[in-house]
């Protein structure tokens, strides 16, 4: 099975974006992040020989799965509280409980903002924690709003200020790993300088000044079977493109 992770930053305006990459790499399920909308095109997608579920908010946020075959919804919510952002979307699909999300970015430190993140990913390792101890099969995979570790950064200095590289928000990361998660990514793969994010401003994509917040990991068994993980850097270069790119796994 191939299953990728997008934040496409407005599926309205990388519709085509998605479809032509689609079309390229013919994944079985597609996450998007960050649709900002209430609409979502899934008659055209339908076409294009995809089904949809997706849980969206009016300006921002949003998540959706694109599965070539049609998908069970297992939950659109986190919390569970009624008004919660739409960030968060679980679904069944060959067997397997497939988690998208969109976690906060968290800044500016010091503000309600950061601490929504650091309550937000407590409630997600709380979910994981659950799945775990019940012996599922399952992934998460989405964008994590959250570097890594210096590697996974053009500059650390610069970011140890930030929301993303926050040892708050690091030692949440690796709680949740710790769960017993492998990051697809770094399985097989020890590059420094390997991103999936570069900001519009300054240059960023051109120096290639970037980072790695957009994530696939993997239960223990789906770890097991683990081919290949994949950032799929192109996608960064086309006309108009979002600001993150591709992410892709292929699993036995």
Known sequence: MKVATWNVNSIKQRTQHVLRWLEREK???LCLQELKGLEFPADTFKQAGYESLFVAQKAYNGVAFLTREPAELISDKLTGEADEPARYMEIKYKGITLVGIYAPNGNPLGTEKFDIKKS???KLIEKVQAKRKAREDFLVMGD????PEDRDCY?????RNDALYHPD????????RNTGLTDAFRTGNDEDAQYTFW?????AWQRNNGIRIDHIML??????GLKNCVIYKQARAEEQPSDHVPVWAILS
Do not use: H, K
């Open 120 to 122: 937000w990913t407590r």
């Open 27 to 29: 994944p079985d399920a």
């Open 169 to 176: 928000s690091v030692a949440l990361l690796n709680e949740l």
């Open 199 to 203: 900001d519009y401003q300054a240059g």
């Open 219 to 224: 239960s223990p068994r789906l770890a097991d």
């Open 155 to 159: 500059d650390p200095a610069l970011w």
């Open 144 to 147: 994590f709003n959250i570097i």
